[in-house]
Antibody
Framework: EVQLVESGGDLAQPGGSLRLSCAAS????????MHWVRQVPGKGLVWLAL????????SYADSVEGRFTISRDNAKNTLSLQMNSLRVEDTAVYFC??????????WGRGTLVTVSS | QSALTQPASVSGSPGQSITISCTGT?????????VSWYQQHPGKVPKLIVF???DRPSGVSNRFSGSKSVNTASLTISGLRAEDEADYYC?????????FGGGTKLTVL
């Protein structure tokens, strides 16, 4: 069974940093593209970033380009999202998701990030 | 990177059929077939219900079907049930980005 478990969500101050992790199990992590998606409670889904299987290719939404960095450790089956220069509007639940041939077929339960002074 | 356009809400009675549209442009929906649809109940994780425009993952009811015409993708739910009441999101996977629609709240009357 595919499992994705996010962690690292916390309260951060504007301008601060957080690092989220996503532990993957139940599938061959090193063969899959992976994504981060966020959702403000009560609002819609917003795609943030993707990462190819060997980590050599990344792509970001305009809203986080230059502030967030997606990376992975295939030896540890872990996806990460380094978030710098946090803004109040980055407050959301952050999901990691597995890419299966052009669709996000499996999602973690998410981790809550709150940015507030 | 504009979001895809969905109606904010749709409603229907049990047993009826409803269709949710997802409108983009010739540069996104019109140019790619990686259209997916997700169902999300309150407080729950998004669940994939349609991918590649009109394919369903194993275990998803055939009451859910997808289609695409020019720059608009659509999700049809037939034989509405109370448990179908949820938020529905379309998405499009391009070569380097994923676009989501704003979401549609389905109310089963």
């Amino acid at each position: 069974e595919v499992q994705l478990v996010e962690s690292g969500g916390d309260l951060a101050q504007p301008g601060g940093s957080l690092r989220l992790s996503c532990a993957a199990s139940g599938f061959t992590f090193s063969l899959h593209w992976m994504h981060w998606v966020r959702q403000v409670p009560g609002k819609g889904l917003v795609w943030l970033a993707l990462n190819n299987p060997d980590g050599s290719h990344t792509s970001y939404a305009d809203s986080v380009e230059g502030r967030f960095t997606i990376s992975r450790d295939n030896a540890k089956n872990t996806l990460s999202l380094q978030m710098n220069s946090l803004r109040v509007e980055d407050t959301a639940v952050y999901f990691c998701a597995r890419d299966y041939g052009g669709t996000l077929d499996s999602w973690g339960r998410g981790t809550l990030v709150t940015v507030s002074s | 990177q504009s979001a895809l356009t969905q109606p904010a809400s749709v409603s229907g009675s049990p047993g009826q059929s409803i269709t949710i549209s997802c409108t983009g442009t010739s540069s996104d929906v019109g140019g790619y077939n990686y259209v997916s649809w997700y169902q999300q109940h309150p407080g729950k994780v998004p669940k994939l219900i349609v991918f590649d425009v009109n394919d369903r993952p194993s275990g998803v009811s055939n009451r859910f079907s997808g289609s695409k015409s020019v720059n608009t993708a659509s999700l049809t739910i037939s034989g509405l049930r109370a448990e179908d009441e949820a938020d529905y999101y379309c998405s499009l996977y391009t070569a380097s980005h994923v676009l989501f629609g704003g979401g549609t709240k389905l109310t089963v009357l």
